[in-house]
């Protein structure tokens, strides 16, 4: 009677401070403005069956993915195992189906094999092939050392039963128990019941204490995670939460102060894992640039320990007024922008995703980024000098400050057809594909393919507006808006159902942000319809380009929009195109530097800093590939500049699949 009085009050000590201290976590996280995350439940349940249940996004990482899984399904495995331990030793009958089933405990030993393994793996990973990425802490191993003696106690209770001729009937299922009974043979059953005993105890003094620090530790995920991944977000990759201006009670715009995020991205910040996948994968961090995506949310997450409960304990005074400390005043008025995070911080920040797709619990990096900057342009009109002029020259409908009149000049002599209200296709060139030379030259490649292929496409020239997918990203909310409504009213005049887009920023835009303001189109990028027409047979090339082709993959093309293999496609189907690979590519591929408004700011280099696009470029021409193939303008340019700077512009050339396909066939006559 002792035992289960003992048993019961530790258990309800330890489980009970446990919950008590996690529901004041997730209670810190509604100090956030409200946002709807429990609608279309059937595809967060789809994401939640793939990504915690099947683990998807922790086994992008192979070798530490694996003794996760291990570790993960053994716990789910051996809690059920456990809640039969528990009733044996306490009453000593066991739980129908569970202790008396030969399937379960033989699924329950394969499991005790599987979660020492992926302990031997988790110790690896932290000492032998430790990635530099990650952060060793004490806690770390004393969580790992608890795992061991919960599932050693279960073991050698199993074997000591065993040992004392109990459990006949179960025995032949339980490989790795009869093992260890082997073990103990021959020793005295006085001697076996005090080591079934202390196993016992030992098995659930661990997983009690393991529940005692699992609040105030990493292994919060454990908790938090499974719910942050049915209430990950349902927009598409690419898009951004829309500003809502008629909002009267809003005295700013963005977030500066904790309070300002939503309690999803505050809940974001106790799901983080800190890992250091973002910030490995991060182009900023890697090149020397003060933005860390796992520092985001970790830090964050420190301000909000600070300042909930203190917000919480002035609503609770009321009337009577909680007297503020001159310490508690700083932690009220601490910011994010400047007092937690540095304004070179949030614009280091190339939008490219690599950190949403590396995190293994899905936490949101670039919404949050985006928010600090929006309060800096619209609240505080605070930024850097380059842009301030950026943003200034798009008013002239475009980011190099050229006349809204010139904006055609790039189809002269093309005999390129006006877009007119029965023309299939509303080809959007874009501000790249209109004014940068480099740029046009792809525009013009891509029309002489459309002309073969006989698609029925037109264009606006001159009335072409700007999508204004910079400015947004750059935070300037405010003059995106009405750039976009005017957009989707004119559209909606001139009767467009389809676009094709030449550059991916103009594509994910138009695709993922515009239905927010009424645009609904289907919309094209070049190298999904080019890929579309080969396939079909109306693009054929029959001239050999003769030549090592390495393509790379645009982040607003790939990451924000899963568009991989197309561009592939379109090169695979040019005579004499060889293809070759980086090693980073596809979902993994290594941003060229120029998203989220980057490519009209000025990188520094120095003290530890390169540029990014150099980096990647490397990569490109450490396959030995004699062309760089993109499908972005701003990739294009990119990784020319990288060319030039490694003396390699005379040897590589940098060429859109556009062009190389075009090259593959007759031009049409003109």
């Known amino acids: 009677m002792v035992n289960i009085l003992v048993f019961f009050a530790l258990m309800f000590v330890a489980f009970g401070l446990s919950a008590f201290m996690i529901y004041g976590k997730y209670k810190n996280t509604l100090h956030g403005k409200p946002e709807n995350r429990c609608d279309r439940m059937g595809d967060r349940w789809k994401y939640f069956l793939?990504?915690?249940?099947?683990?998807?996004?922790?086994?992008?990482?192979?070798?530490?993915?694996?003794?996760?899984?291990?570790?993960?399904?053994?716990?789910?495995?051996?809690?059920?195992?456990?809640?039969?331990?528990?009733?044996?030793?306490?009453?000593?009958?066991?739980?129908?189906l569970i202790g008396t089933n030969p399937l379960f405990i033989a699924l329950k030993d394969l499991f005790l094999l599987l979660v020492y393994v992926g302990v031997i793996g988790a110790v690896l990973r932290r000492t032998v092939l430790k990635p530099a990425r990650m952060e060793n802490s004490v806690e770390a191993f004393v969580i790992l050392g608890l795992v061991c003696v919960i599932v050693t106690g279960d073991l050698l209770y199993s074997g000591a039963s065993f040992a004392l001729g109990e459990k006949a009937d179960i025995r032949g299922a339980s490989f790795f128990g009869n093992f260890v009974s082997g073990l103990l043979a021959g020793k005295s059953p006085e001697s076996l019941k005090s080591l079934a005993s202390a196993a016992w105890w030992a098995h659930f003094l661990a997983m009690f204490t393991f529940a005692v620090l699992i609040p105030s530790s990493k292994h919060l995920h454990l908790v938090f995670a499974p719910f942050n991944a049915i209430w990950h977000t349902l927009r598409p990759k690419g898009s951004l939460a829309k500003v809502d201006f008629e909002d009267e009670s809003a005295e700013t715009f963005g977030v500066n102060k904790m309070e300002e995020f939503t309690w999803k991205q505050l809940f974001d910040t106790y799901t983080c894992v800190r890992c250091g996948r973002c910030t490995e994968n991060c182009p900023a961090f890697q090149t020397g640039k003060p933005l860390d995506p796992r520092a985001l949310h970790v830090d964050l997450r420190a301000h909000v320990e600070e300042k909930a409960p203190l917000l919480d304990k002035i609503k609770a005074a009321g009337e009577n007024k909680h007297e503020i400390t001159e310490a508690e005043q700083a932690i009220l008025d601490k910011t994010i922008v400047d007092g937690i995070f540095s304004e070179e911080f949030i614009w280091s920040c190339t939008t490219c995703r690599a950190c949403e797709q590396a995190c293994p619990v899905s936490n949101e990096h670039v919404q949050k980024i985006v928010d600090l900057r929006r309060y800096m342009v619209m609240t505080e009109a605070k930024m850097p000098e380059d842009v301030q002029r950026t943003l200034n020259c798009y008013k002239s409908g475009n980011p190099w400050k050229l006349p809204r009149g010139a904006r055609g000049d790039w189809m002269k002599d093309l005999d390129v057809p006006a877009f007119a209200e029965d023309t299939e296709y509303l080809l959007y060139v874009g501000c790249s594909g209109a004014y940068d030379d480099r740029a046009k030259k792809v525009s013009e490649a891509l029309v002489k393919l459309l002309k073969v292929a006989g698609v029925s496409f037109g264009v606006l020239g001159n009335e072409e507006p700007c999508c204004g997918e910079t400015i947004r990203r750059m935070g300037n909310e405010f003059e995106f808006q009405p750039q976009a409504e005017g957009n989707v009213e004119l559209f909606k005049e001139l009767g467009v159902k389809k676009i094709i887009t030449l550059c991916p920023h103009c594509f994910n835009s138009l695709k993922n942000d515009y239905p927010d303001f009424g645009g609904d189109y289907e919309v094209i990028h070049h190298s999904e319809l080019l890929a579309q027409l080969v396939r079909a047979g109306k693009i054929k090339g029959t001239a050999s380009f003769g030549a090592t082709v390495v393509y790379h993959d645009g982040c607003y093309l790939g990451r924000h929009n899963d568009v991989f293999e197309a561009p592939r496609d379109v090169l695979k189907s040019v005579p004499g195109v060889k293809l070759t690979e980086m090693d980073k590519n596809r979902k993994t591929a290594f941003c060229c530097g120029a998203g989220g408004g980057r490519n009209w700011m000025e990188e520094h280099i120095g003290n530890g800093q390169q540029r990014i696009n150099e980096v990647r470029t490397k990569e490109a021409l450490d396959t030995g590939a004699e062309v760089i193939a993109t499908a972005c303008p701003y990739c294009l340019t990119m990784m020319t500049d990288g060319t030039k700077a490694h003396n390699a512009e005379e040897k590589v050339r940098t060429m859109d699949i556009a062009e190389i396909l075009a090259k593959s066939i007759e031009a049409p006559a003109k």
Do not use: C, R, Y
């Open 50 to 96: 793939t990504n915690v249940v099947g683990q998807d996004k922790v086994l992008q990482d192979p070798i530490s993915g694996l003794s996760h899984v291990f570790l993960m399904w053994g716990f789910v495995v051996l809690g059920f195992g456990a809640l039969n331990l528990a009733v044996e030793g306490l009453f000593h009958v066991p739980i129908p």
